[in-house]
Protein backbone atom coordinates (compact mmCIF):
# COMPACT_ATOMS: atom_id res chain seq x y z
CA UNK A 1 0.00 0.00 0.00
CA UNK A 2 1.76 3.27 -1.26
CA UNK A 3 -0.09 6.75 -0.12
CA UNK A 4 0.63 10.09 -1.17
CA UNK A 5 0.64 13.10 -0.01
CA UNK A 6 0.80 16.76 -1.13
CA UNK A 7 1.97 19.32 2.31
CA UNK A 8 2.07 23.04 1.03
CA UNK A 9 1.20 26.96 2.03
CA UNK A 10 -0.77 29.05 -0.62
CA UNK A 11 -1.97 32.15 -0.76
CA UNK A 12 -5.34 32.93 -0.30
CA UNK A 13 -5.45 33.37 -3.91
CA UNK A 14 -4.04 30.04 -4.46
CA UNK A 15 -0.21 30.97 -5.03
CA UNK A 16 2.75 29.23 -4.02
CA UNK A 17 4.95 31.17 -4.99
CA UNK A 18 5.48 34.65 -7.11
CA UNK A 19 6.31 34.33 -10.28
CA UNK A 20 9.79 34.53 -9.99
CA UNK A 21 9.99 31.94 -7.73
CA UNK A 22 10.18 34.32 -4.48
CA UNK A 23 8.51 33.04 -1.18
CA UNK A 24 9.78 35.84 1.26
CA UNK A 25 6.04 36.61 1.55
CA UNK A 26 5.61 33.23 2.72
CA UNK A 27 8.93 32.37 4.98
CA UNK A 28 7.81 35.33 6.87
CA UNK A 29 5.29 33.60 8.45
CA UNK A 30 7.15 30.61 10.23
CA UNK A 31 7.20 30.18 13.42
CA UNK A 32 8.13 27.36 16.06
CA UNK A 33 4.97 26.04 15.93
CA UNK A 34 4.54 26.03 12.01
CA UNK A 35 7.82 23.77 11.88
CA UNK A 36 6.63 21.32 14.50
CA UNK A 37 3.59 20.59 12.20
CA UNK A 38 5.69 20.06 9.48
CA UNK A 39 8.30 17.76 10.93
CA UNK A 40 5.53 16.08 12.29
CA UNK A 41 4.60 15.37 8.83
CA UNK A 42 7.87 14.92 7.73
CA UNK A 43 8.31 11.90 10.41
CA UNK A 44 5.80 9.82 8.46
CA UNK A 45 6.80 10.08 5.03
CA UNK A 46 9.80 8.23 3.43
CA UNK A 47 10.43 9.40 -0.12
CA UNK A 48 10.09 12.97 -1.38
CA UNK A 49 8.68 12.94 -5.54
CA UNK A 50 9.80 16.19 -6.74
CA UNK A 51 9.87 18.46 -10.06
CA UNK A 52 12.81 20.00 -11.59
CA UNK A 53 12.19 23.76 -10.69
CA UNK A 54 11.74 22.42 -6.89
CA UNK A 55 15.20 20.58 -7.17
CA UNK A 56 16.88 23.76 -8.31
CA UNK A 57 15.48 25.62 -5.48
CA UNK A 58 16.26 22.99 -3.36
CA UNK A 59 20.09 23.46 -4.27
CA UNK A 60 20.69 27.04 -3.45
CA UNK A 61 20.18 25.50 0.66
CA UNK A 62 22.66 24.45 2.32
CA UNK A 63 23.25 22.11 3.53
CA UNK A 64 20.76 19.77 1.60
CA UNK A 65 17.66 19.51 3.76
CA UNK A 66 16.10 16.49 3.17
CA UNK A 67 17.21 13.38 5.12
CA UNK A 68 15.11 11.21 3.18
CA UNK A 69 15.60 9.83 -0.39
CA UNK A 70 14.83 11.97 -3.14
CA UNK A 71 13.35 11.15 -6.81
CA UNK A 72 13.45 14.08 -8.98
CA UNK A 73 10.85 14.20 -11.98
CA UNK A 74 12.47 15.61 -15.27
CA UNK A 75 13.40 14.94 -18.80
CA UNK A 76 16.24 16.98 -18.92
CA UNK A 77 18.25 16.37 -15.85
CA UNK A 78 20.83 14.31 -16.88
CA UNK A 79 23.33 14.55 -13.78
CA UNK A 80 24.02 15.37 -10.39
CA UNK A 81 26.37 16.82 -8.13
CA UNK A 82 28.80 14.08 -6.64
CA UNK A 83 27.62 14.79 -2.68
CA UNK A 84 23.83 14.01 -3.94
CA UNK A 85 24.34 10.67 -5.97
CA UNK A 86 23.10 8.77 -2.53
CA UNK A 87 20.97 11.15 -2.13
CA UNK A 88 18.67 11.93 -5.31
CA UNK A 89 17.65 10.03 -8.05
CA UNK A 90 16.40 11.13 -11.34
CA UNK A 91 13.70 9.27 -13.02
CA UNK A 92 11.05 10.38 -15.61
CA UNK A 93 8.25 8.12 -15.79
CA UNK A 94 4.31 8.72 -15.50
CA UNK A 95 2.61 9.54 -11.92
CA UNK A 96 1.35 5.83 -11.42
CA UNK A 97 4.98 3.99 -13.09
CA UNK A 98 6.21 6.37 -9.98
CA UNK A 99 4.27 4.93 -7.78
CA UNK A 100 4.56 1.36 -8.62
CA UNK A 101 8.37 2.25 -9.22
CA UNK A 102 8.32 3.35 -5.25
CA UNK A 103 6.24 0.40 -3.93
CA UNK A 104 8.70 -1.83 -5.63
CA UNK A 105 11.51 -0.20 -3.94
CA UNK A 106 9.34 -0.39 -0.56
CA UNK A 107 8.64 2.99 -0.38
CA UNK A 108 4.88 3.65 0.80
CA UNK A 109 4.70 7.19 2.08
CA UNK A 110 5.75 9.68 -0.41
CA UNK A 111 5.21 13.67 -0.04
CA UNK A 112 5.03 15.00 -3.51
CA UNK A 113 5.88 18.49 -4.11
CA UNK A 114 6.19 21.05 -6.75
CA UNK A 115 3.95 22.69 -8.23
CA UNK A 116 3.98 21.21 -11.55
CA UNK A 117 4.66 17.64 -10.33
CA UNK A 118 1.10 18.16 -7.85
CA UNK A 119 -0.68 19.13 -10.72
CA UNK A 120 0.60 16.32 -12.85
CA UNK A 121 -0.16 13.45 -10.44
CA UNK A 122 -3.82 15.32 -9.36
CA UNK A 123 -4.66 14.86 -13.29
CA UNK A 124 -4.05 11.28 -12.78
CA UNK A 125 -5.86 10.87 -9.70
CA UNK A 126 -2.83 10.30 -8.04
CA UNK A 127 -3.22 12.17 -5.03
CA UNK A 128 -4.46 10.66 -1.19
CA UNK A 129 -3.49 13.44 1.10
CA UNK A 130 -3.84 17.42 0.58
CA UNK A 131 -2.56 19.35 3.40
CA UNK A 132 -3.23 22.66 2.86
CA UNK A 133 -1.66 25.58 4.53
CA UNK A 134 -3.28 28.86 3.66
CA UNK A 135 -1.60 32.30 4.22
CA UNK A 136 -3.52 35.35 4.95
CA UNK A 137 -1.84 37.25 1.86
CA UNK A 138 -3.90 38.04 -1.67
CA UNK A 139 -0.60 37.37 -3.56
CA UNK A 140 -2.16 38.69 -7.18
CA UNK A 141 -0.08 36.96 -9.60
CA UNK A 142 2.44 33.99 -9.12
CA UNK A 143 2.87 30.33 -9.44
CA UNK A 144 -0.32 28.76 -9.25
CA UNK A 145 -0.96 25.50 -6.81
CA UNK A 146 -3.37 23.67 -8.97
CA UNK A 147 -4.22 23.64 -12.74
CA UNK A 148 -6.98 22.64 -14.51
CA UNK A 149 -8.40 18.88 -14.90
CA UNK A 150 -10.29 16.63 -16.49
CA UNK A 151 -12.40 15.58 -13.63
CA UNK A 152 -13.31 17.27 -10.65
CA UNK A 153 -11.93 15.40 -7.74
CA UNK A 154 -13.78 15.38 -3.98
CA UNK A 155 -11.92 14.98 -0.91
CA UNK A 156 -13.38 14.41 2.58
CA UNK A 157 -12.37 16.96 5.41
CA UNK A 158 -9.67 15.37 8.40
CA UNK A 159 -9.11 18.51 10.08
CA UNK A 160 -8.10 22.12 10.78
CA UNK A 161 -5.48 23.84 12.36
CA UNK A 162 -5.48 27.22 13.00
CA UNK A 163 -1.80 28.99 13.78
CA UNK A 164 -1.39 31.56 16.45
CA UNK A 165 -0.20 33.66 13.63
CA UNK A 166 -3.11 33.42 11.26
CA UNK A 167 -2.26 30.45 8.88
CA UNK A 168 -5.48 27.60 8.60
CA UNK A 169 -3.83 24.39 7.60
CA UNK A 170 -6.65 21.89 6.28
CA UNK A 171 -6.16 18.58 5.81
CA UNK A 172 -8.25 16.21 3.14
CA UNK A 173 -8.25 12.56 1.86
CA UNK A 174 -8.99 11.39 -1.33
CA UNK A 175 -12.90 10.43 -1.30
CA UNK A 176 -15.37 8.77 -3.80
CA UNK A 177 -16.58 11.40 -6.34
CA UNK B 1 -17.63 54.72 7.52
CA UNK B 2 -18.51 52.28 5.31
CA UNK B 3 -17.24 48.37 5.07
CA UNK B 4 -17.58 46.08 2.51
CA UNK B 5 -17.51 42.35 3.01
CA UNK B 6 -17.38 38.87 0.58
CA UNK B 7 -19.50 36.33 1.76
CA UNK B 8 -18.50 33.22 -0.90
CA UNK B 9 -18.02 29.50 -1.42
CA UNK B 10 -14.72 28.33 -2.99
CA UNK B 11 -14.06 24.81 -4.08
CA UNK B 12 -10.54 23.54 -2.96
CA UNK B 13 -9.17 25.31 -5.87
CA UNK B 14 -10.51 28.30 -6.15
CA UNK B 15 -13.45 28.37 -8.50
CA UNK B 16 -17.00 29.61 -7.49
CA UNK B 17 -19.02 27.62 -10.03
CA UNK B 18 -18.68 25.38 -13.26
CA UNK B 19 -18.14 27.09 -16.50
CA UNK B 20 -21.13 27.39 -17.50
CA UNK B 21 -22.58 29.13 -13.73
CA UNK B 22 -23.69 25.33 -12.41
CA UNK B 23 -23.22 25.39 -8.36
CA UNK B 24 -24.96 21.83 -7.68
CA UNK B 25 -21.31 20.60 -6.68
CA UNK B 26 -21.09 23.37 -4.04
CA UNK B 27 -25.35 23.29 -3.38
CA UNK B 28 -25.40 19.87 -2.38
CA UNK B 29 -23.04 20.82 1.20
CA UNK B 30 -26.00 23.62 1.99
CA UNK B 31 -26.89 22.34 5.61
CA UNK B 32 -28.83 24.16 8.59
CA UNK B 33 -25.88 25.40 10.23
CA UNK B 34 -23.98 26.66 6.92
CA UNK B 35 -27.79 28.45 6.81
CA UNK B 36 -27.53 29.92 9.90
CA UNK B 37 -24.00 30.82 9.39
CA UNK B 38 -25.13 33.06 6.53
CA UNK B 39 -28.33 34.16 8.13
CA UNK B 40 -25.84 35.73 10.95
CA UNK B 41 -24.08 37.43 8.44
CA UNK B 42 -27.05 38.96 6.30
CA UNK B 43 -28.39 40.45 9.25
CA UNK B 44 -25.46 42.70 10.04
CA UNK B 45 -25.50 44.06 5.92
CA UNK B 46 -27.79 46.77 5.11
CA UNK B 47 -27.38 46.52 0.93
CA UNK B 48 -26.08 44.31 -1.48
CA UNK B 49 -23.81 45.24 -4.78
CA UNK B 50 -23.52 42.52 -7.46
CA UNK B 51 -22.34 42.26 -10.74
CA UNK B 52 -24.60 41.76 -13.98
CA UNK B 53 -24.07 37.46 -14.05
CA UNK B 54 -25.45 37.57 -10.49
CA UNK B 55 -28.15 39.67 -10.96
CA UNK B 56 -29.13 37.27 -14.00
CA UNK B 57 -28.79 34.15 -12.14
CA UNK B 58 -30.63 35.38 -9.36
CA UNK B 59 -33.98 36.49 -11.83
CA UNK B 60 -34.27 32.70 -11.89
CA UNK B 61 -35.16 32.31 -8.24
CA UNK B 62 -38.62 32.55 -6.97
CA UNK B 63 -39.18 33.96 -4.86
CA UNK B 64 -36.88 36.56 -4.88
CA UNK B 65 -34.51 36.48 -2.31
CA UNK B 66 -33.13 39.49 -0.92
CA UNK B 67 -34.93 41.38 1.61
CA UNK B 68 -32.25 44.62 1.65
CA UNK B 69 -31.36 46.92 -1.45
CA UNK B 70 -29.50 45.49 -4.15
CA UNK B 71 -27.33 47.69 -6.31
CA UNK B 72 -26.37 46.01 -9.81
CA UNK B 73 -23.41 46.99 -11.35
CA UNK B 74 -23.84 47.18 -14.89
CA UNK B 75 -22.90 49.06 -18.18
CA UNK B 76 -25.18 47.43 -20.19
CA UNK B 77 -28.49 46.14 -18.12
CA UNK B 78 -31.38 49.27 -19.08
CA UNK B 79 -33.94 48.27 -17.47
CA UNK B 80 -35.94 45.77 -14.61
CA UNK B 81 -38.71 44.08 -14.21
CA UNK B 82 -41.93 45.89 -12.37
CA UNK B 83 -41.63 43.95 -9.13
CA UNK B 84 -38.34 44.71 -8.60
CA UNK B 85 -38.50 48.82 -9.52
CA UNK B 86 -38.09 49.38 -5.87
CA UNK B 87 -35.63 46.34 -4.34
CA UNK B 88 -33.29 46.82 -7.10
CA UNK B 89 -30.91 49.66 -8.88
CA UNK B 90 -28.75 49.90 -11.59
CA UNK B 91 -25.71 52.06 -11.66
CA UNK B 92 -22.21 51.98 -13.48
CA UNK B 93 -19.69 53.58 -11.22
CA UNK B 94 -15.99 52.61 -10.25
CA UNK B 95 -15.74 50.91 -6.56
CA UNK B 96 -14.63 54.37 -4.72
CA UNK B 97 -17.81 55.59 -6.25
CA UNK B 98 -19.65 53.41 -5.36
CA UNK B 99 -18.79 53.38 -1.88
CA UNK B 100 -19.00 56.96 -1.57
CA UNK B 101 -22.22 56.88 -2.80
CA UNK B 102 -23.95 54.06 -1.30
CA UNK B 103 -22.29 55.80 1.93
CA UNK B 104 -24.14 59.14 0.87
CA UNK B 105 -27.37 57.19 0.74
CA UNK B 106 -26.94 56.10 4.74
CA UNK B 107 -25.48 52.46 3.69
CA UNK B 108 -22.86 51.14 5.79
CA UNK B 109 -22.26 47.13 5.13
CA UNK B 110 -22.58 46.74 1.80
CA UNK B 111 -21.99 43.02 0.47
CA UNK B 112 -19.98 42.05 -2.14
CA UNK B 113 -21.18 39.70 -4.52
CA UNK B 114 -20.21 37.93 -7.91
CA UNK B 115 -16.62 37.11 -9.21
CA UNK B 116 -16.30 40.06 -11.50
CA UNK B 117 -17.25 42.64 -8.74
CA UNK B 118 -15.41 41.33 -6.28
CA UNK B 119 -12.38 41.45 -8.45
CA UNK B 120 -13.00 44.79 -9.62
CA UNK B 121 -13.38 45.55 -5.92
CA UNK B 122 -10.06 44.15 -4.95
CA UNK B 123 -7.87 45.30 -7.36
CA UNK B 124 -9.07 48.98 -5.91
CA UNK B 125 -8.35 47.69 -2.27
CA UNK B 126 -11.85 48.24 -1.59
CA UNK B 127 -12.95 44.72 0.34
CA UNK B 128 -12.51 45.08 4.29
CA UNK B 129 -13.66 41.37 5.01
CA UNK B 130 -13.48 38.09 3.50
CA UNK B 131 -15.45 35.42 4.76
CA UNK B 132 -14.44 32.15 2.27
CA UNK B 133 -15.90 28.87 2.90
CA UNK B 134 -13.73 25.99 0.91
CA UNK B 135 -15.75 23.22 -0.15
CA UNK B 136 -13.63 19.85 -0.32
CA UNK B 137 -13.73 19.89 -3.87
CA UNK B 138 -11.20 20.01 -6.75
CA UNK B 139 -13.11 21.18 -9.22
CA UNK B 140 -10.54 21.36 -11.81
CA UNK B 141 -12.07 23.89 -14.17
CA UNK B 142 -15.05 27.09 -13.72
CA UNK B 143 -15.38 30.48 -12.53
CA UNK B 144 -12.50 31.56 -10.49
CA UNK B 145 -13.00 33.67 -7.47
CA UNK B 146 -9.95 35.64 -7.42
CA UNK B 147 -8.38 37.39 -10.79
CA UNK B 148 -4.75 39.09 -10.97
CA UNK B 149 -3.82 42.14 -9.09
CA UNK B 150 -1.66 44.82 -9.60
CA UNK B 151 -0.33 44.59 -6.00
CA UNK B 152 -0.41 41.78 -2.72
CA UNK B 153 -2.98 42.56 -0.18
CA UNK B 154 -2.54 41.47 3.36
CA UNK B 155 -4.98 40.33 5.52
CA UNK B 156 -6.03 39.26 9.23
CA UNK B 157 -7.43 35.99 10.03
CA UNK B 158 -9.98 36.54 12.53
CA UNK B 159 -11.11 33.00 13.03
CA UNK B 160 -11.96 30.03 10.97
CA UNK B 161 -14.99 27.43 11.80
CA UNK B 162 -15.38 23.89 11.02
CA UNK B 163 -18.49 22.59 9.76
CA UNK B 164 -19.62 19.63 10.29
CA UNK B 165 -19.81 18.03 6.65
CA UNK B 166 -16.45 19.55 5.96
CA UNK B 167 -16.77 23.02 4.52
CA UNK B 168 -14.31 25.10 5.97
CA UNK B 169 -15.14 28.95 6.84
CA UNK B 170 -12.30 31.50 7.19
CA UNK B 171 -13.06 35.29 8.10
CA UNK B 172 -10.34 37.93 7.13
CA UNK B 173 -10.09 42.13 7.58
CA UNK B 174 -7.78 44.02 5.74
CA UNK B 175 -4.20 44.37 7.06
CA UNK B 176 -1.94 46.92 6.23
CA UNK B 177 0.77 45.90 3.54
Same mark, same amino acid.
Request: with cysteine; charged share 25%; proline share 4%.
Given at each position: ?6 ? $?G??? *? ?11 W????E?P ?6 ? !? +????I ?14 ? +???? /????? %? ?7 ? *????H?K????I &? ?14 ? +?S??Y ?6 ? !?? +?? @?? *?C %??E????? &? /???? #??? $? /??F #??? *? @? ?6 ? #???V? @???? %? ?6 ? #??
Amino acid at each position: MITTAVY $IGTSL *DGFIAKKDGNIDWLVKFESPEIGESYM !Q +FMRNIDVHVIGRNTFDKVLT +FDPW /PFEKK %VFVLSTTLN *DLPNHLKQKVEI &ISMAPREVLKYLSDLG +FSNIYIDGAKVI !QH +FL @QE *DC %VDELIITR &I /PVLL #GDG $I /PLF #GLL *D @QALSFKHE #GTLVF @QNGL %VKSHYKRA #GN
